[in-house]
């Protein structure tokens, strides 16, 4: 089959960890023998396309006298940049999908199917561009949250429930989610899992240098992440005598990246913040460090993660998970952790 991809994000070079798990996904249609058009955002330079015989990527920018998507999709995320607003935020927003949808037309007669990641923009344009195709759509977590914030949000809910479009949700909370604003419960839940050679499961511990137990996390910078909560279960930890200082590895960038070494500094916790880094290297770190930690909360306009796709990654490598976003609740399991192996976490 020819399929048609619709996206926001999508690996720009090797390494990219952005969308990189539609690039996991593009390379597993690829493997079950099926061509792919991607259709992804454009990034403010010229089409850079992953390297297969039966692959194509277009990268989609809005009308040239609107800003480009570039600081949309790959900058803080969709979702921290429309969070912060602004017309002309919104407006670089709407023309993107009236653009998407535009070339998903234009190319339909090449398909056999489409897929979407994120109900909105991608889904949706796909379905107003190609109604007749066989539709599948994945929702990530920011795009019900959207739905949810947005006047028409049930309109379009709905739109997409009732137009036959195979939907799947990165989780059962997000699947419930979205059953409220559709009035129906639809679709599958579909953790995407990483591909290639690096996500195979750990021996073991293979040390970076650092004598400390390493708690590693991985996402951008930003509030919705709680990464200044994962700093203070480490005080905790540390304040409460478990046996050894921590190693805090964030993995990422974003606006509180400041705030966040401050904070570390006045806890007394040792951070170190690698910036973004090639996915290769997010498989070294799963790969070294004793456990990880999804610390992501709900903002107070109810906007919350789904299913971080760093957790599904190290759940593949066997790292030890812990899942939390309140303070006493995370040092209590990290010291149990400390407790449970003497030496480190």
Not at 41 to 57: C, K, Q
Not at 103 to 108: D, I, P, S
Not at 120 to 135: E, I, K, N, T
């Amino acid at each position: 089959m020819r399929i048609g991809l619709l996206t926001t994000s999508f690996p720009r070079h090797a390494g990219d960890y952005a969308g990189s798990f539609v690039g996991d996904r593009v390379r597993q249609l690829l493997a079950d023998g099926h061509a792919v058009d991607v259709l992804a955002a454009g990034d403010g330079s010229a089409t850079r396309e992953i390297a297969h015989p039966r692959l194509t990527v277009t990268r989609i920018d809005p009308p040239a006298f609107v800003p480009s998507c570039d600081s949309l999709f790959y900058g803080d995320g969709a979702p921290e940049t429309l969070e912060r607003g602004g017309a002309r935020v919104w407006w670089t927003a709407a023309q993107f999908s009236v653009a998407l949808a535009a070339a998903a037309r234009a190319r339909a007669h090449r398909f056999d199917a489409l897929e979407s990641h994120w109900l909105v923009p991608s889904a949706l344009a796909a379905l107003a561009a190609a109604p007749d195709h066989h539709q599948r759509a994945f929702a990530h977590s920011g795009d019900v949250a959207l739905l949810e914030r947005i006047p028409f949000g049930r309109t379009v809910a709905r739109r997409l429930a009732r137009g036959g479009v195979v939907l799947h949700f990165v989780s059962e909370s997000l699947r419930s989610r979205f059953a409220a604003l559709a009035g129906a419960r639809v679709g599958t839940v579909e953790v995407l899992a990483p591909a290639g050679d690096g996500w195979a499961p750990r021996a073991g511990r293979r040390p970076r240098g650092l004598a400390r137990p390493i708690v590693l996390a991985v996402g951008r910078l930003v509030p919705i992440k709680g990464h200044d909560r994962l700093l203070r279960a480490c005080a905790r930890v540390q304040a409460g005598g478990a046996g050894q200082a921590i190693e805090v590895v964030i993995l990422g960038d974003g606006p509180e990246r400041a705030r966040l070494g401050r904070l570390a500094d006045q806890l007394g916790v040792s951070l170190q913040l690698p910036g973004f880094v090639p996915r290769d290297e997010v498989a070294r770190w799963l790969h070294a460090a004793d456990v990880f930690v999804q610390s992501s909360i709900q903002l107070p306009n109810g906007r919350s993660e789904g299913a971080p796709f760093a957790t599904a990654e190290a759940r593949v490598v066997g790292i030890p998970i812990l899942v939390e976003s309140d303070v006493a609740r995370l040092a209590q399991a990290l010291t149990d952790r400390i407790h449970a192996d003497g030496t480190g976490v």
